[in-house]
């Protein structure tokens, strides 16, 4: 079993800046890729950004390329995700994934997953 912990959310104004950790305990090994998704009221789980373990690749959203940035630390199993000019559409729940299904944005495809945690962007 993996086990993932989110953390860093929080309130902040527009403009400004969040750093989410991703801490990762369990069987870490079992898995490949990272990635971070959000889910705002009413709308579906979305994909962020993700990461190979060996940190090698990363891909984003093109709603948050240039803002977020993606990074992982393997000596302390956990996975970052900056986040800059935040814009109070990037309000939502933020969840750490992890999984073997493949190089994709696609939630159904990660086996493990944090509990989240919330990040509210106010205009």
């Known amino acids: 079993q993996v086990q993932l912990v989110e953390s860093g959310g929080g309130l902040v104004q527009a403009g400004g800046s969040l750093r989410l950790s991703c801490a990762a305990s369990?069987?870490?090994?079992?898995?490949?890729?990272v990635g971070w998704f959000r889910q705002a009221p009413g709308k579906e789980r979305e994909f962020v950004a993700r990461v190979t373990w060996s940190g090698s690749a990363t891909a984003y959203a093109d709603s948050v390329r240039g803002r977020f940035t993606i990074s992982r630390d393997n000596a302390k199993n956990t996975v970052y995700l900056q986040m800059n000019n935040l814009k109070p559409e990037d309000t939502a729940v933020y969840y750490c994934?992890?999984?073997?299904?493949?190089?994709?944005?696609?939630?159904?495809?990660?086996?493990?997953w944090g509990q989240g945690t919330q990040v509210t962007v106010s205009s």
């Open positions: 369990g069987r870490t090994f079992s898995y490949s890729i």
């Open positions: 994934a992890a999984g073997n299904g493949g190089w994709s944005a696609t939630p159904s495809l990660y086996a493990y």
